[in-house]
């Protein structure tokens, strides 16, 4: 029995050309196509070929595709929200709670706190600082400020681990849901509310820091697994709380 091999369509070949240009940045975050007309020279096909390409890119969030006279196709760089939508589409189907993937983040992201610390370099103690001093220590009034830094914060942690991996992981798992309907989560953790609970988060963010800088790792992995977590916790200890919601 012969085996059946599928040969691509021209506008799929098309994208794949584009695709791997625009992901070894050889096209850049804004930069323009080239008009149809040359693309189709290029390409030796036809307009709806093109268009058929331009159409699995943008789907992709690769491209933004504007008709008219001043119109064109603009480049997009590959982000972690456009790897999280597909991903959270899987786990909305799955019936799966904002507690699991919250867990799963605290999973992922309290073993990069003891990389940091373990490493404790002296540039990512000065940016972790930094951070702090812009307001993810607490000193933040409001809880949406608050939120900003404290998401900062995170990012920056997760960054300076070094593991892109890791960190293209926790961004999408922080892009589903901070987009999840009915979330009150912000920053990473659970929205503390109101002043007292804002300073007491403020100051495990900056007790993590002085671990870092005294190379505790597994004080800061610790320390950091119990601050992930404590919004995880089911209601009362029996609802499993609420699903992910990502199209309202």
């Known amino acids: ?113 003891r990389m940091v610390a373990e490493r404790r370099a002296d540039d990512d103690l000065a940016r972790l600082r930094e951070c702090l001093a812009a307001g993810a220590d607490g000193s933040v009034d409001d809880a949406a400020g608050w939120g900003r830094a404290s998401t900062a914060f995170h990012e920056l942690l997760v960054d300076l681990s070094g593991n892109q991996t890791l960190a293209l992981c926790c961004g999408m798992l922080r892009h589903l849901v901070e987009r999840s309907s009915g979330s009150d989560v912000r920053g990473g953790c659970s929205a503390p509310a109101g002043g007292r609970a804002l300073r007491a988060a403020g100051q495990t963010h900056s007790r993590l820091v002085e671990l870092i800088a005294a190379g505790d790792g597994e004080g800061a992995e610790t320390l950091w697994a119990q601050h992930l977590v404590e919004g995880v916790k089911p209601v009362n200890g029996k609802s499993p709380g609420p699903v992910l919601d990502l199209l309202g």
Do not use: W
């Open 1 to 113: 029995m012969g085996v059946h091999v599928r040969v691509p369509k021209a506008g799929e070949l098309i994208a794949n050309h584009l695709r791997r240009q625009i992901v070894r940045g050889q096209l850049r975050e804004g930069d323009a196509l080239p008009p149809e007309n040359d693309l189709m020279k290029q390409f030796k096909v036809s307009r709806p070929t093109l268009r058929e390409a331009f159409r699995v890119l943008e789907h992709e969030g690769l491209i933004t595709v504007h008709r008219g006279a001043r119109g064109g196709a603009r480049v997009h760089l590959p982000d972690a929200g456009a790897a999280a939508r597909y991903m959270g589409h899987v786990l909305e189907y799955r019936g799966t709670t904002i507690a699991d993937v919250l867990q799963a983040r605290a999973d992922i992201e309290a073993p990069c706190a």
